[in-house]
């Protein structure tokens, strides 16, 4: 298994690295300009002398290495700078969005604490309720615990996110007024008052969001559950006369986890990738709002370090969830 | 609910006198929400209308407008004119004195420096200035003394008010700038993010796309203003949700840009909570002609290029019979409600300089059809017109919007009863208007036969927007499809006429020649529809006072005079 | 090591068995009625219903009407028969949404089975699979419809080649979570007794996957694949949302649904019954995956 995961871990490399040129290639061969956003009263010789200055008419593998140069150069770098107050970037010039003109990274050290808090404590949350749900829905199938569960999990994910939400937002903010419509950004948790408010401005969000997430997680939790009931073992299991709550949460459980991690792993990049409709439905300035903002703008150097990281977050939980595969089942080898 | 609303405007109107509301720094916070967030607060890196309104909290110009589109002093004594010997009687230069004991909000005193400072700096060509076109043809900015400002320009310039007049070019303060001239100006985040002006407020935080947050500038130029102590500005996710935060749960006092449907309008305003305001500037929908011929059968290069003339829309009778067949009174008022009305002008406003075209008001369903008869095109078996053996087919494209695609149904209802066949087509507006050459869907490669989008004059003289429709402004592959003139529309006494325009400086004479401008693009060549004038719809808490919409600057104008009704 | 083959003997018997059994299943034969039904009132509706055409200035008169004998669903903002725009929407939504869902779930089963069975497969095929999660949306789907949406339109016409394009595109970017469950189920699986038996006694790996291993991937897949299809009803709204979907004049739920928001408040019903036309084909889908999943396990078949 260490010899796997090392194998894979250098694989990845390269791996990353064609990934990552796709993806710049992809974002600019997109149609759409940085220029889209500003007013048709700025006549076209303006716009052009502007693409000039934002570096956006060089040749696409000339940007591509500048790119690949400040990522994995002057970024660490400058990061160290930043911690150790030596002076080695010497003022070369950093990943700078095209909308914005501030350096990537900083826009995303802005963000990430939102993203992590808000879609993080859905996905949780999500989990928590999911996890229990399929269990026990597949414990006692057609029961009407499962129906209702059926019922609930199928409308969570028929009806977007865009929907739920908006629907969240009149009946919890407009109708009742328990909760803010926008998300403070500058709310600071310093004491018990502070505190509450946080919670209580990450309320609708995490609903959303959580609803989605659960719905997805209970119902795969619940059709594994369900291939391995019926299962010779769990049969010799019981025969051995081993308790009910042995039997499902020890044998039946672990044996059912394989897809369900799969699912759970797949997810937690997307956390960091934000819930693009749901932060911009509530205002919640996070990683997704940034994404779908700097596509929209056409800001290919914001876009392209986004996706990039998004990438290195999904290689490594796929190789998370191969490692727990192992573990899960031993019977599963690699090499 | 009538009463409160007769209260408050009396409470509004008392604003305006000089009856000392309250001290500086008095009343609280107040709160902007934007459905589009604020991403940079230096209006010259960046002229999204976001940026510059956000930026005029801070950043003042010279002169401004006021809501009827006059221009007014701000960090000047007076207003330059040829009369007080500010503008030289050869119209090539303009003096402007500021104001004394002027100071930036650091303490710093205001002097004509910066003033020549900023023009160099929204003038260095490596700088990509967003407003450069308010320098345009400026030969040198200079300071006459330390209070005194004169700018020179290369010759005679009937309309002298561009550079350090209205919200997109404000003052920047020298010693802030120094560093960020030319190639470095994108680099220097802090400045670009934290300005120091002189406006009513200060910058104390910036989050990139998220929120901007004020403090009230204790170095106010007026011991009194502003009543609000401190000020932020939200923004992001859509106008639904920033007008739901303003009439619906009042959470904010003020959201720009809260373009919702008339039903919802109505609800919320409803609710009791505030109300909605509108300014209208000179932006128009408008369903522009493709003079050219856009058939994917010609080879690329020769696609919509003035070598193939539209094989339909050439025929003016064509042209005018797909303008009488559309109801523009229905159009406003689904689309837009109490934010739009029906227009046959290319300029709507100002008054003065308005042709007062209204001939297209009134559909005239017959008279269409009567006149695609004249030009040849008869039902076929279908119901469909053709001629020659050729079907009246009709490529409408717009912008992925719902009042759009609305108009597009609609029209397309219109347009079948005459006989029309009309293909309609949506596109994701960062593309329609991002410009990019290797997409075959921008408005300025035009492959559709007709498209509908919204634009506008840049401030109350449209000498600039009109000269637009000159044969030479064309998109083609030869200038990569970069040009204003989307129609492909050429007549010499159209360019002849713009010529005139450009060097006359009597007033009454300009708004003359720009009516008859207006009347050549529309309703003479119907190369122009103009549907609807739109407003820009705002929303503002009953609790706020001194609101006073602009669409000649930026809504925030009169930040300073704001107050909280109690 | 009981064989399934051993179980059962015959095809046609097998057949009649695994539909006795779904018949049994009163969840599963209420989502085919209720699917039946949809498909039904999609495909016969727009005979059954023609409301008369109203000039625009009429229509206008009778906007946002609640539902009526005139209306039966109410009518729209711009006095649009309801009833009729759901049918027309529904034809085009479901429509994409299984075929979409088909070539996901086959595409994904494909690469995962592929890449679980064939060890020298798996490192390709996954770190594929690990590029499509990576890429952004909505610029691929940008650059897919900008590459090929004028050459589809010139092959197949105009509607015909939006809706390829469109179930292809939406295909193409969400097979990757039915290929990484299906890969590790099929990870566990080939070293399972069964497999090894069949391996031993040199049954070729494509029996060996088609008898064995495939009827034992359903059940993830059939989770997959209703969430598939809710996926590809709202991804093709999210389409049109870009201006890449269907001609802006085609309805279909996911839009009709996204159009309803603003008006949720004054007429919640703009909302309802697309977001009910949606739910109940997932449900109904659900339903019948799950009937699917107890008939074809010969375990619960012979209870």
Redesign the interface.
């Known amino acids: 298994m260490l010899t796997f995961t090392l194998r894979r871990l250098l694989l990845a490399i390269p791996t990353l690295l064609v990934i990552s040129l796709v993806i710049f290639l992809l974002v600019d061969l997109a149609p759409g300009s940085p220029m889209s956003e500003i007013p048709l009263t700025v006549p076209p010789d303006v716009r052009r002398k502007m693409i000039e200055a934002l570096g956006a008419d060089q040749p696409v593998f000339f940007r591509y290495f500048l790119w690949l140069r400040q990522f994995f150069w002057v970024e660490p770098v400058t990061l160290f700078d930043g911690w150790f107050g030596t002076s080695w970037a010497g003022g070369e010039q950093r990943i700078l969005s095209w909308q914005s003109r501030a350096p990537v990274f900083t826009i995303i050290g802005q963000r990430i604490p939102q993203t992590l808090t808000v879609i993080g404590t859905a996905y949780l949350v999500g989990i928590l309720i999911a996890l229990p749900i399929g269990i026990y829905s597949a414990y006692r199938q057609y029961s009407l615990f499962d129906q209702l569960g059926t019922l609930i999990a199928m409308i969570g994910f028929s009806v977007p996110t865009f929907f739920s939400g908006t629907l969240i937002i009149i009946i919890f903010a407009v109708t009742l007024g328990w909760f803010p419509t926008k998300y403070d950004t500058n709310l600071h948790v310093t004491d018990w008052a502070s505190f509450v408010k946080q919670l209580q401005q990450m309320a609708m969000p995490v609903m959303t969001l959580g609803l989605a997430n659960a719905a997805v997680i209970s119902r795969y939790m619940r059709s594994s559950m369900l291939d391995n009931m019926g299962m010779d073992y769990v049969r010799t299991a019981r025969a051995k006369g081993l308790t009910e709550r042995v039997v499902v949460l020890k044998h039946v459980l672990r044996n059912s986890m394989i897809p369900v991690v799969t699912v759970i792993a797949l997810g937690i990049p997307s956390i960091f990738g934000g819930a693009i409709i749901t932060e911009n439905l509530f205002g919640v300035n996070g990683i997704g709002a940034a994404l779908i903002g700097a596509i929209h703008a056409s800001d290919l150097p914001m876009v392209q370090t986004l996706a990039f990281i998004f990438a290195v977050l999904i290689v490594t939980f796929n190789l998370i969830a191969d490692v727990l595969y192992g573990l899960l089942d031993p019977r599963i080898r690699y090499d | 609910m009538k009463l409160t609303t007769a209260l408050l405007g009396a409470a509004c109107a008392l604003s305006f006198a000089p009856a000392a509301f309250a001290d500086r720094g008095t009343d609280g916070e107040v709160k902007f929400t934007f459905p589009q967030a604020v991403s940079i607060m230096n209006p010259f890196l960046s002229s999204g209308t976001k940026d510059v309104y956000a930026a005029s909290l801070v950043l003042e110009p010279l002169a401004g407008f006021d809501a009827d589109g006059n221009i007014i002093p701000k960090l000047v004594t007076e207003i330059p004119t040829l009369e007080n010997g500010g503008i030289s009687a050869d119209l090539t230069s303009i003096t402007w004195k500021l104001l004394p004991d002027l100071k930036w909000s650091d303490g710093s005193p205001v002097t004509a420096d910066d003033a020549v400072f900023t023009a160099a700096y929204c003038m260095d060509p490596a700088g990509g200035c967003a407003q450069l076109s308010k320098f345009d043809s400026v030969a040198k900015v200079e300071a006459v003394d330390a209070s005194t400002v004169k700018v020179t320009f290369t010759g005679p310039k009937p309309n002298p008010y561009t550079a350090f007049v209205g919200a997109l070019s404000p003052l920047l303060q020298k010693a802030q700038f120094a560093a960020c001239q030319g190639a470095a100006a994108p680099t220097c985040t802090d400045p670009n993010n934290m300005p120091i002006g002189t406006g009513p407020f200060k910058v104390t935080g910036f989050t990139v796309n998220d929120t901007v947050t004020l403090a009230m500038n204790e170095n106010y130029r007026d011991p009194a203003k502003p009543a609000f102590a401190s000020a932020v500005i939200k923004g992001g996710g859509d106008a639904e949700g920033s007008a739901r935060a303003v009439m619906e749960t009042g959470e904010f006092d003020y959201a720009w840009n809260t373009q919702i449907p008339p039903d919802s309008q109505a609800s919320m305003t409803a609710a009791g909570k505030g109300e909605f305001v509108v300014a209208f500037g000179t932006l128009v929908e408008r369903i522009e002609m493709n003079m050219t011929d856009p058939d994917p059968a010609l080879p690329e290069g020769e696609r919509a290029t003035v070598k193939h003339p539209h094989p339909i829309l050439s025929d003016i009778k064509v042209r005018t019979a797909l303008s009488k067949a559309i109801d523009r009174q229905i159009l406003s008022d689904v689309g837009y409600g109490a934010g739009g009305m029906p227009t046959c002008n290319v300029i709507p406003a100002p008054a003065a300089w308005a042709s007062d075209n209204t001939g297209c008001i009134a559909q005239d369903m017959e008279g269409a059809k009567k006149l695609l008869d004249e030009a040849g095109w008869v039902p076929g078996a279908d119901g469909i017109r053709e001629k020659d053996g050729k079907k009246l087919h009709i490529l409408y494209q717009s912008t992925v919007n719902p009042i759009r695609q609305d108009f597009q149904a609609l029209v397309k209802d219109w347009w079948t009863e005459l006989g029309v066949d009309v293909e309609l087509k949506a596109i994701d507006p960062s593309v329609f208007f991002g410009g990019d050459a290797g997409s075959p869907d921008t408005f300025q490669k035009f492959y559709a036969d007709v498209e509908m989008y919204a634009n506008n004059s840049d401030g109350t003289d449209p000498e600039t927007y009109l000269s637009q429709y000159q044969c030479v402004n064309a998109p083609s592959p030869d200038n990569q499809w970069q040009g204003e003139n989307m129609n492909r529309f050429c007549d010499p006494a159209y360019d002849a006429k713009v010529k005139v325009l450009s060097t006359t400086v009597d007033v009454a004479e300009r708004q003359k020649l720009a009516k008859e401008l207006n009347d050549m693009v529309t309703k003479d060549s119907m190369v122009v529809v103009p549907l609807v004038h739109r407003g820009t719809l705002s929303a503002h808490s009953n609790t706020l006072g001194g609101v006073k919409i602009n669409a000649w600057d930026s809504e925030m104008w009169n930040v300073a005079d704001w107050f909280r009704v109690k | 090591m009981t064989e399934a083959a051993i179980v059962i003997p015959k095809p046609e018997s097998a057949a009649r068995a695994i539909w006795a059994q779904f018949r049994s299943h009163k ?1 599963a034969v209420f989502g085919l009625v209720v699917l039946s039904l949809l498909i039904l009132a999609v495909v016969i509706g727009p005979y059954l219903w023609h409301p008369e055409k109203l ?3 009429e ?2 008169k009778s906007k ?1 009407k609640g539902p009526s004998l005139r209306f039966p669903l109410g009518s729209d ?2 006095g ?1 028969d309801m009833l009729q725009r759901m049918i027309q929407a529904g034809k085009v939504s479901l429509a994409v949404g299984f075929v979409a869902m088909m070539i996901a779930i086959v595409f994904g089963t494909l690469i995962g089975v592929l890449a679980g069975y064939y ?1 020298r497969l798996d ?1 390709p095929l ?2 594929l ?3 499509f ?4 949306l ?3 789907l ?2 897919i419809m ?1 590459l090929f949406r ?1 050459r589809t339109a ?1 092959i197949l016409g ?1 509607e015909l080649g939006a809706f390829t394009l469109i179930v292809f595109a939406i295909g193409i970017t969400s097979w ?2 039915a290929a ?2 299906v890969r ?2 099929v ?2 699986l080939k ?2 007794e069964y497999v090894l038996a069949a391996r031993s006694i040199g049954s070729a790996s494509r029996r060996i996957i088609t008898r064995h291993i495939l009827p ?1 991937v359903v ?2 897949v ?2 997959a694949a ?2 598939g299809i ?2 590809a009803i ?1 991804t093709e ?1 999210v389409l ?5 979907g269907f ?3 085609f309805p279909t739920w ?1 839009r009709l ?3 309803g ?7 919640p019903e703009r ?1 309802i019954w697309p ?1 009910l036309a ?2 109940l ?3 109904s889908v ?1 339903y019948i995956g799950d009937g699917l ?1 107890d008939a074809l ?1 010969p ?2 078949r012979g209870r």
């Open positions: 969840g000039t625009v200035v229509a206008i946002n903002h711009l649009r060890r490192g996954m770190r699979t690990d590029m999660l990576a890429l952004p909505v610029p691929l940008l650059v900008m004028d010139s105009p990757m979570q990484r469950i590790g189920e990870l566990a070293e399972r034992n059940s993830p059939m989770v209703t969430l809710a996926e709202i709204s049109s949302f870009l201006g890449l001609p802006p004049d996911g649904l996204y159009d928001l603003s008006y949720m408040q004054v007429y909302v977001g949606i739910s084909t997932v449900l659900n999943r396990d375990r619960i």
